[in-house]
């Protein structure tokens, strides 16, 4: 199996332009990236393992990897029936549940990596 390198090459093309599509069109993209640089600052701040930094650079490509197939579930339902059909309600309340899912779940990790530091910086303020 040979891989044709202008095939791949489009299939970059096409990916980065849905992030440009989510980013430039998408409110809760563009906030999912302002919340993932905030994070990142946080994480060049912070005297992080490695691991925690894999972890935390996962959980980010993660929540805005859902976050994008979310907007995908919310536009081709948009195409179906764009009037107030029931089970189609449905499907966009689980694709945002599963964003939701992924958001408390990327919190979470970064609650166990960031608070210590975050208490420890305090503490370090309080006893001086």
């Not at 096409?14 to 994070?39: M, Q, S, W, Y």
């Not at 990142?40 to 980010?60: G, K, N, S």
Request: with cysteine; hydrophobic share 55%.
């Amino acid at each position: 199996m040979i891989i044709n390198p202008k095939k791949l090459l489009k299939s970059f093309q096409v990916a980065f332009n849905g992030l440009r599509i989510g980013i430039k069109e998408e409110n809760t993209v563009r906030i999912g990236v302002i919340i993932a640089l905030i994070v990142v600052f946080f994480m060049l701040y912070f005297p992080l393992d490695l691991q925690e930094r894999a972890i935390i650079t996962l959980c980010i490509f993660l929540v805005l990897g859902i976050e994008l197939m979310n907007t995908q579930v919310e536009r081709v339902t948009n195409l179906i029936d764009s009037n107030h059909n029931q089970e189609i309600r449905k499907i966009k309340d689980l694709a945002a549940g599963a964003v939701l899912m992924a958001v408390i779940g990327a919190a979470a990790v970064a609650g166990f990596i960031f608070l210590p530091h975050i208490i420890r910086g305090i503490s370090y303020l309080f006893n001086r």
